[in-house]
RNA sequence: GGGCUUAUAGCUCAGCUGGUUAGAGCGCAUCUCUGAUAAGGAUGAGGUCCGUGGUUCGAGUCCACGUAGGCCCA
């Protein structure tokens, strides 16, 4: 067998699914498995993928990442899990499915029947993560894919039990109130990022209602809201400390205290006035002003401050009914009110202090300067409530109706506007109300169902976090990448408050919490504890998996009490479901060994916005409580994909690309090279124009490799099949070879501390150096016909190199890399022939990094782009011939290193020959800069004198004793070379360039017989060009005619045979017909016109 | 309001503990190669390094204040 030539335009993603077929077929990744079976550990633990939808381009990222870094550990012999995970629990794969259905509520879930309903979610979550493994093969992620983790799978939910029964046992779970935003429709809370999706313009009925203050008589607060129904719950009224408040007597002579800039303020003036969030048909809003002088106009007796209110009590408007006065709130009683409280109690002036956004809570201008506070009926107020350690009054039931104890209410949806009505009627007969408005804004509407959003109190579950000290102290034994991860853990930690574990859902951990009649609860640890507790249902529930509706069936006996309870609908928070892995998926509940050898996990990566309080708060918390300490020991966090301008990928903007087009269009090694040579930190701006950027370095990387087979095939190059002796290697070839060792110790320490970007960068200045360096200047080396010795070393060389490089590579590009390998080892009996990925990492020897060489090469690489600049700065171009190249060097090595490279000089900046030379005056004027750096090292802030007394030192003596070795000049301070920086500046009509041990300098000076040649070099340059364009073949053969006079004549007749050579040509004619192309060109301002016809061959 | 963070070329980003002429890629312009060739290469234009003040021999870098974004918390 020989290595095959390669087509050098290859279809990419062709071969990708070529090289996919060929692993199925071989079985490779469990040759890789079984290979290291008895290898170090290395334990990754994956961060599950939600199962709801196909894989996007956004876990494309993390899943190359995560797969890369495993793929090098393998190439390192470690043995490996490879375990994948699958997020199947919550309320995202809930709405996907109503979705489906076209449903909305969970009434509608109800109706359906949970049974079905789950059974649908466990099958959307089946049918996605099925998709999401075979996206996964496609991008090449190496996974043992008969053995992913689904958290909907018993053992994950069973030891969730079993983590949660230890925080029972130590009295950590407790249950409490929040206060959500709630749809009646759909039965559901909503998130506050659904209630922005949803906000809508609706006209409310605005109330202004009288509270008399018990202390003064006849005196009264005056309030405003436009959620008549929350008056019924009313606790307490807030007051602005700051602002200045009214005291008006009206007509009747009712005492009302309002903010007195509200007085004349046009509310919502803006908006009725430029029709902006108007409804039609609301009339313009009355001033307070207005309102007052309606009722027989009034007074201002006198202007306090909101201080001066403060502590006041009042009487509410539904003071009468039994909520208002039931002790410890209603209907919820929280026992852990210990002032024994009713909201009648309650019903002080209070300070409203600042918002969320550090605002004000009471503001002049809206409403009367005072609020109303319903503990049980919004956010902000239940806050401010559980703050002041008031009681909480809520007053609707799942529907939003009033439920029972309201009175005329009861029954009543909130949001009807019959409700508001009646309500404002009942404080209208009882003398309550001073005025009503129709009053628009934007209110909060459920998304899904349209209907109007209130707040509404609910009983959940939580978790007491008193021991963030713990999770804390473990935060810091982390390496966190970026090391900022940290400091965003800790902030999280710092400010979070206990652990809120319960949803009102159907699709999830079934919280093992079972309620019973006297108030208490009971957390069951495992299915076993249920068995044994189990007094009814189990019949029911056995042989199903622990969720809703079988889990609830069940209904057990106290262990202690002896009272049957049944289990609370809620189901858990899915970050539980994600936490618990490391314990789940290691066995920590029932094979602790097989745990303890591979937890804690060395390495997870993930996205990192948001998982600071989702995953990896969940994985910390429950580790640290579980064993206190961290379930991994490094995390890699990655930032967020977006499209090519930075926006946002959305359907519906349509600037998404989904995974399996992009795969497809692109290729996955490109997009695998594009994720890996993003700085995790930063937002990758994902796009086709991106992708065709890193295609073009794998475009090089092939070229490169096509090159070799291209060759290798016609001289049927066997790797290793003659000795060579370090004598054998050209210069060159020790460059290439240096470079390629550095680059492999680099590449090492770039896997290791998980910064393939870093790496990326490096090969690619490599790929440049092996293709427009080591090849370019070698390619001779391959075509020349005798098969010698040399030729064997070129490609010995680049065989070695080559093959490096796509170990390097394998983990970043495993398919490309693993076809090139197929190919080009085919005869190497020291490789395994079966797959790259089998291979071991390279390693690199350090002896053969020829540092001094590898700078040689680079200055004279700098020598030609100094040449070329200087070229461009004097406006010659590289067709122009020049006539010399100057050296200085003391150093023979160097000295016989230029000269054995002349050549390539020569060649690159088209020039005539490279001399050298013993005077350093003839390359220009010298400088001395002092080298501040050293200088501060060396002197510290004592360097304003010898940095003087740099400019007493003769340059060219400092240069002169430099590049011979000798000692630095003596002087007062000691100074020596590295104290200071020598310049050179080169006189006119050429350019100076000093490297490490030499100087040279480019002549500029054209003279007659060089520009001649010039001139020549443009013609045939032009002719060449008309070649092309007429669509010569390269090998046709062309007759030429032209007007050609005076110095063109002459130099073309002088060079006849070199320029016919060079242009193919076969005759030069005085007159032709029938041209096959023809074009003109300017010499010294006279237009020249060519002619060309094609000899047809015969 | 508190915390974190960012601001450098048209775009996306580097710039280490302060140090010499602030870099790269893309884009643009010009040129170039034509035996790896639907590629490749070179050169150039383009920067008040957000602003103001300070520390220093020296500030993109450190400090203070401000401006404008982003994220998190509340």
Request: with cysteine; aromatic share 12%.
């Amino acid at each position: 067998m020989s290595i095959n030539k390669e087509n050098p335009k290859i279809d990419f993603v062709k071969n990708e699914h070529e090289i996919l077929d060929y692993w199925a077929k071989e079985n490779t990744f469990k040759k890789l498995v079984s290979k290291n079976q008895k290898g170090p550990k290395w334990s990754f633990l994956d961060g599950p993928i939600t199962a709801n939808n196909p894989m996007g381009v956004h876990h494309a990222w993390g899943r190359t990442l995560k797969d890369l870094y495993q793929r090098y550990k393998s190439m390192n012999g470690f043995q490996q899990r490879y375990q994948n995970g699958f997020d199947c629990q919550g309320l995202w794969v809930e709405i996907e499915v109503e979705k489906e259905l076209g449903i909305k509520s969970k009434k509608e879930v109800e109706e359906l029947g949970i049974e079905k309903f789950v059974n649908l979610c466990k099958e959307r979550v089946e049918k996605f993560s099925e998709i999401q493994k075979n996206q996964s093969i496609r991008l090449g992620y190496w996974m043992d894919w008969e053995n992913s983790y689904y958290t909907m799978s018993e053992e994950n939910n069973y030891a969730i039990w079993a983590f949660l029964k230890k925080l029972f046992e130590d009295d950590k779970i407790y249950r409490g109130t929040d206060v959500v935003p709630w749809s009646g429709r759909s039965g559901t809370s909503y998130s506050q990022m659904e209630i922005i999706e949803g906000r809508k313009l609706t006209v409310h009925k605005g109330v202004f209602v009288k509270f008399a203050i018990n202390e003064r008589s006849n005196e009264h607060i005056l309030i405003w809201t436009t959620t008549p129904w929350t008056l019924s719950s009313n606790i307490a009224v807030a007051v602005n400390r700051k602002i200045n408040y009214a005291k008006v007597q009206i007509q009747d002579g009712t005492i009302f205290y309002v903010a007195e800039t509200n007085l004349k303020y046009q509310r919502l003036n803006k908006e009725f006035s430029e029709k902006k969030n108007w409804v039609e048909g609301v009339p313009k809003l009355k001033t307070l002003d207005q309102i007052f002088k309606e009722r027989g106009g009034y007074e201002v007796l006198e202007v306090l401050k909101g201080e001066d209110l403060v502590g006041l009590t009042y009487k509410g408007p539904f003071d009468h009914l039994e909520p208002q006065n039931t002790v410890g709130g209603f209907p919820i009683h929280d026992t852990s009110n210990l002032k024994k409280q009713s909201a009648v109690d309650c019903h002080i002036v209070i300070d409203g202090g600042k918002d969320s956004e550090g605002n004000d809570m009471v503001v002049e201008g809206e409403g009367t300067g005072f609020v109303h506070i319903a503990g049980g009926c919004g956010a902000i107020d239940n806050k401010i409530c559980k703050k002041e350690g008031f009681v909480e009054i809520s007053p609707i039931d799942n529907q939003a109706n009033f439920i029972d104890g309201f009175d005329f209410m009861s029954g009543l949806s909130v949001t009807d506007p019959d409700t508001a009505q009646k309500i404002i009627d009942d404080l209208k007969d009882r003398n309550l109300l001073l005025y009503v408005e129709d009053y628009p804004h934007i209110y909060p509407h459920c998304w899904r169902s349209g209907d109007e959003l209130v707040f509404k109190q609910v009983d959940e579950w939580y978790i007491n976090m008193d021991w963030r000290k713990k999770i804390k102290a473990v935060v810091d034994d982390i390496n966190w990448i970026p090391a900022w991860g940290k400091d965003r853990e800790h902030d999280w930690l710092d400010n979070m408050g206990d652990w809120m574990i319960s949803k009102k859902r159907f699709w999830g951990l079934a919280l093992p919490i079972w309620t019973f009649e006297d108030g208490s609860f009971h957390v069951v640890g495992s299915k076993e504890e249920l068995k044994e507790l189990a007094v009814e249902g189990w019949e029911k529930f056995e042989g199903n998996s622990p969720h809703r509706p079988w889990v609830d069936y069940v209904k057990i006996k106290h262990p202690k009490t002896g009272l049957v309870g049944k289990r609370i609908k809620d189901v858990g928070n899915p970050w539980l479901d994600a936490g618990i892995v490391p314990f789940s998926t290691m066995k920590y509940f029932d094979d602790k060994s097989y745990w303890e050898e591979w937890f804690p996990a060395d390495f997870i990566t993930e996205c990192f916005p948001g998982q600071f309080r989702n995953w990896f708060y969940s994985l910390l918390a429950m580790s640290s409580f579980l064993e206190g300490k961290s379930p991994f020991k490094t995390l890699l966090g990655h930032a967020l994909v977006k499209d090519e301008s930075g926006a946002e990928m959305h359907k519906s903007a349509g600037n998404a690309i989904w995974f399996d087009d992009a795969a497809e269009k692109m290729g996955v090694d490109v997009m695998r090279w594009m994720y890996s040579k993003q700085n995790v930190e930063n937002n990758l701006l994902f796009g086709y124009d991106k992708a065709d950027e890193v295609r073009k370095k794998l475009i090089s990387l092939w070229n490169v490799y096509s090159f070799f087979c291209t060759y290798a095939n016609l001289d049927n190059f066997k790797p290793h099949s003659h000795d060579i002796s370090d004598k054998d290697l050209s210069l060159l070839d020790r460059w290439i070879i240096s470079k390629s060792h550095q680059l492999t110790a680099d590449a090492k320490l770039s896997y290791e501390n998980f910064e393939v970007d870093k790496l990326l960068k490096n090969v690619e200045s490599f790929l440049d150096d092996l293709s427009n360096w080591y090849i370019r200047r070698n390619r001779r080396r391959f075509w020349k016909s005798e098969n010698d010795a040399d030729k064997f070393v070129a490609y010995q060389t680049l065989y070695e190199v080559l093959l490096d490089l796509i170990k390097i590579l394998s983990p970043i590009i495993p398919f490309v890399a693993e076809r090139m390998y197929l190919n080009i080892t085919k005869d190497d009996d020291n490789e395994n022939n079966n797959s790259i990925h089998l291979s071991s990492f390279p390693q690199s020897n350090h002896s053969r990094i020829d540092n001094a060489l590898i700078e040689k090469v680079d200055s004279l690489k700098r020598v030609i782009e100094s040449g070329r600049a200087v070229r461009k700065k004097a406006n010659i171009k590289v067709r122009q011939p020049l006539n010399s190249l100057k050296v200085y060097t003391a150093n023979k090595e160097v000295k016989s290193f230029i000269q054995k490279q002349a050549d390539i000089v020569i060649d690159e900046l088209n020039i005539k020959e490279v001399v050298f030379s013993d005077n350093i005056d003839e390359f220009g004027k010298l400088f001395l800069k002092p080298n501040f750096k050293n200088l501060k090292m060396k002197f510290g802030d004592e360097m304003q004198e010898p940095m003087k007394s740099i400019s007493t030192i003769n340059a060219k003596t400092v240069l002169g004793n430099l590049l011979h070795g000798n000692s630095f000049p003596e002087n007062s301070f000691e100074l020596n070379k590295d104290d200071v920086l020598i310049t050179l500046k080169a006189e006119k009509g050429s350019e100076s360039f000093l490297a490490k041990d030499l100087i040279v300098c480019l002549d500029t000076t054209i003279s007659e017989q060089l520009r001649l040649e010039g001139v020549l070099r443009d013609l045939i340059r032009q002719i060449q060009l008309m070649r092309k364009e007429a669509n010569f073949n390269i090998d046709d053969r062309i007759i030429i005619s032209g007007s050609f006079k005076n110095e063109l004549k002459d130099v073309i007749s002088e060079n006849k045979d070199y320029f016919m050579n060079e242009v193919l040509c076969t005759d030069i004619v005085e007159n032709m017909e029938n041209s096959d192309y023809n074009a003109s060109f300017m010499h010294n301002n006279e237009k020249i016109e060519i002619y060309i016809k094609k000899v047809e061959r015969g």
